[in-house]
């Protein structure tokens, strides 16, 4: 077994809706080998985000129960900061503004503190921006955007682009990413799975949360879940997606009632 | 190194979470009893061997300052400040105004380079090879102010060959009284308010800046402001004169050792401008902010305004103000002369217990003048923070516009930010634009920040940069960047 193994069992997590507590996941299993790339597809609403967000380390959500472990460490007992240290990138659904600051800073700050942690030498200024522009080039995004102000006033494809860039620029082990095929035209997935395909090697592991059998087109998956209130319902191969675009979630929904 | 290259670097090297310029330096002090009256003036006066019409005017100054209250208007609060119970009057023993730095205490020069300010001076860096990552800077002249004393003022030589007069303001009322007679007072009054009135009855030093006619001044001027005895009052006097088509770039730094008790400072700056004259006077102000439960701290009230006499003058205001327990401030400008130019950039931020009311006055006077005002308020803990700021258009004011941006950032939800501009415009043609928002650092900005491997530390000090960019950028940039490190350390703590 390779330590690079993401490995996530019976996970509960709920929120302070208010007063209430709302379960959101209800047990989630899933393992992820080294070099594998898994897909999570599923109806709106059954966790797939909060998922994401729990094993980033996003503090609104209580964990009440189940483990999850990344590189054989306890994922859950480590700061937001630590976990991308250790080589976790969550590409977000929504990515977050940043008025004020610089985009090519934010990236460039974030490559050190986290080359930094992982015992690595700092990039200067040239070294970064050399870097950068290899990356940008690679995505078809304008070097302008690296001049603006973090998603500021970016379409919802430059901000998705720029998740893909900053992924890149901090060489994750584990990428999850949140429906990043989201808005994207055609042109723009194929760059986009471009890029996460070209990161596929034994060292590198993703989870890619969709609702389209179209990108599964282009990053084609080792394995297919559906997850369903909180639960992964089912498993399967890339043949999967096909299906699920053909009839819906209805049949598996029905077998977890 | 350049002499900002080093504090830089000394602030670079700070630790986490206190307050740093929290030492107290042991010297041998001359102090005058606690208490204010005529004899505390006529004592102070006696003791700078300060000719009669200053003493007549100081006395003046008090007995106005008899007549009036401390201003209450303020969104600040603080117990009754008992004005006998501070010492007036303290400086170090030996020579007072020593005339080269061989006669300086070493034990105040030892301050200084704890302070990152080295005083030596330096060969001028032109052509000298520097070290690898060191861009070359000009070098800046400092003149440092220890207690209510200046101490010593470097690169003297280089200013006067340009003509420049740039010495503590005691030495000028020696030197060249005939100029410091014609302007103290002239921009603010004796009788202007009691802070002022106050200062104008006791101060006992400050710098003093004289740049003639065409003359650019070589290099920017800087001053620091170190209190140390304990119980005393700090008051000093800045008088800057810049005639026509002269230009001066300025710089303020201020810190004060930890103590419980509050200490009192009441500045005032006072800065004239000429035809086609430009003064850029720039403050980072971390005077002692107290402890995180509101103990100790500087009280800080300072009267700072700008005369902009001739036509198209320009003064322009910046300061960053993360320090003191209470901040009570309105750099102003005064825009007389046609076509004259006023600014002010402002970043406050206010921690734990702080209160900050400050803001600017812009009086237009003359036909199309021009006023900008930024003003950046960030408040975290319980902390509390309110920008007041007067743009008055003038009857004959006309063609003149102003626009001012006021933002406000919270930091956590026990702090308090509040906007308050006055708008007088009585001059139909006269423009007056106001904008202001006010924003939290949100959860998310945090954890998007901390996703990708930043600090919660880091994450804030690079929104709050973010936020502050637009007033970062109008200072000098050795001072940028020691005001970005200083605004993150007066954040340390203020989240999760
Ligand atoms: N911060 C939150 N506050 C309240 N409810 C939330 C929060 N986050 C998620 N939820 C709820 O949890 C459920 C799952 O949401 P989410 O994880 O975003 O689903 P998905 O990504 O699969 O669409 C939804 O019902 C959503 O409304
Ligand atoms: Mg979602």
Redesign the interface.
């Known amino acids: 077994m390779s330590k690079q193994f993401v490995s996530i069992n019976g996970l509960c997590a709920r929120i302070d809706d208010g007063e209430a507590h709302k379960e959101i996941l209800r047990g989630v299993d899933l393992e992820i080998p080294a070099g594998e790339v898994h897909a999570i597809m599923g109806p709106n609403g059954s966790g797939k985000s909060t998922l994401s967000y729990v094993l980033a380390g996003r503090e609104d959500y209580e964990v009440t129960g189940g483990t999850a472990t990344f590189k054989g460490q306890d994922l859950l007992a480590l700061e937001p900061e630590e976990r991308a240290a250790l080589g976790l990138f969550l590409a977000f659904q929504t990515p977050v503004e940043l008025p004020g600051v610089n985009n090519a800073n934010f990236l460039r700050t974030a490559v050190n503190a986290v080359r930094r942690a992982r015992g690595m030498d700092e990039l200067d200024a040239v070294a970064f921006l050399k870097a950068v522009r290899k990356e940008t080039k690679h995505l078809s995004m304008s070097d302008e955007m690296l001049k603006r102000n973090v998603n500021v006033g970016f379409s919802g494809g430059e901000k998705k682009r720029n998740e893909v860039l900053q992924m890149r620029m901090l060489q994750p082990s584990f990428a999850i990413l949140d429906e990043t095929d989201s808005g994207l035209d055609i042109d723009a997935l194929r760059i986009v799975a471009e890029g996460v395909n070209s990161l596929r090697s034994p060292d590198f592991s993703a989870l890619v949360i969709t609702h389209h059998q179209r990108l599964l087109d282009y990053i084609v998956p080792d394995r297919i879940h559906v997850m369903a209130k909180g639960r992964i319902i089912h498993s399967g191969g890339p043949e999967l997606a096909r299906q699920l675009e053909a009839q819906g979630y209805a049949q598996f929904l029905s077998e977890a009632a | 190194m350049p002499a900002v290259a080093e504090t830089r670097k000394t602030v670079e090297t700070l630790g986490q979470n206190t307050y740093k310029w929290g030492f107290e330096t042991d010297i041998e002090m001359d102090i005058a009893p606690k208490g204010l009256n005529e004899d505390t003036i006529r004592l102070i006066s006696s003791r700078k061997n300060e000719p009669q019409w200053l003493l007549e005017w100081r006395l003046k100054a008090y007995r106005s300052w008899l007549e009036m209250r401390e201003p209450t208007w303020a969104k600040v609060h603080y117990p009754p400040i008992d004005y006998q119970d501070v010492h007036y009057y303290a400086a170090p023993r030996k020579k007072p105004g020593p005339k080269s730095l061989e006669e300086v205490d070493p034990e105040l020069l030892r301050t200084y380079e704890k302070l990152g300010i080295p005083l030596h001076e330096q060969a001028m860096l032109a052509g000298v090879e520097l070290p690898e990552g060191e861009e070359a800077r000009p070098p800046v002249a400092v003149d440092a102010v220890f207690d209510s004393v200046s101490v010593a003022t470097t690169f003297r030589k280089t200013l006067q060959e340009a003509g420049v007069i740039f010495c503590p303001i005691s030495e000028a009322v020696q030197e060249h009284p005939e100029l410091v007679r014609k302007y103290l007072g002239s921009v603010v009054p004796v009788t202007d308010n009691f802070y002022a009135a106050l200062n104008a009855a006791v101060f006992t030093d400050g710098s003093f800046v004289f740049v003639p006619k065409g003359v650019r001044c070589p290099m920017e001027l800087s001053t620091y402001f170190r209190i140390n005895a304990r119980n005393t009052g700090q008051f000093e006097r800045t008088l800057i004169i810049v005639e026509d088509g002269a230009s001066v770039s300025y710089l303020e730094g201020c810190t004060a050792p930890m103590r419980d008790e509050n200490q009192l400072h009441a500045a005032v700056v006072e800065l004239v401008a000429m035809e086609d004259a430009s003064i850029k006077y720039s403050t980072v102000q971390n005077w002692y902010p107290g402890d995180e439960n509101g103990k100790g701290g500087i009280y800080n009230f300072v009267t700072k305004r700008g005369a902009c006499r001739g036509a198209r003058s320009k003064i322009s205001w910046t300061q960053v103000e993360t320090g003191s327990a209470i901040t009570w401030k309105y750099p102003s400008c005064i825009l007389q002369g046609e076509g004259s130019v006023g600014e002010f950039y402002s970043v406050a931020v206010t921690n734990n217990h702080q209160q900050a009311d400050t803001g600017t006055k812009m009086i237009h006077i003359g036909r199309n003048t021009r006023s900008t005002i930024i003003a950046k308020t960030i408040s975290a803990g319980q902390s509390d923070s309110t920008y007041r700021g007067l743009v008055r258009m003038m009857p004959k004011a006309a063609g003149s516009r102003n626009f001012t941006q006021c933002d406000s950032l919270l930091i956590g939800d026990r702090c308090g930010a509040h906007t308050v501009p006055y708008i007088e415009n009585r001059n139909m043609s006269a423009r007056v634009e106001h904008e202001a928002t006010t924003?939290k650092i949100?959860?998310?900005?945090l954890?998007?920040?901390?996703?990708?491997?930043?600090?919660?530390e880091?994450a804030v000090g690079?929104?709050v940069?973010?936020?502050?960019?637009d007033v970062l950028k109008e200072l000098p940039m050795e001072f940028a960047v020691e005001a970005q490190k200083l605004l993150q350390i007066s954040l340390e703590g203020s989240v999760g």
């Open positions: 924003s949100s959860e998310d900005q954890f998007y920040c901390r996703q990708r491997g930043l600090s919660e880091d690079l929104i940069n973010g936020f502050c960019k």
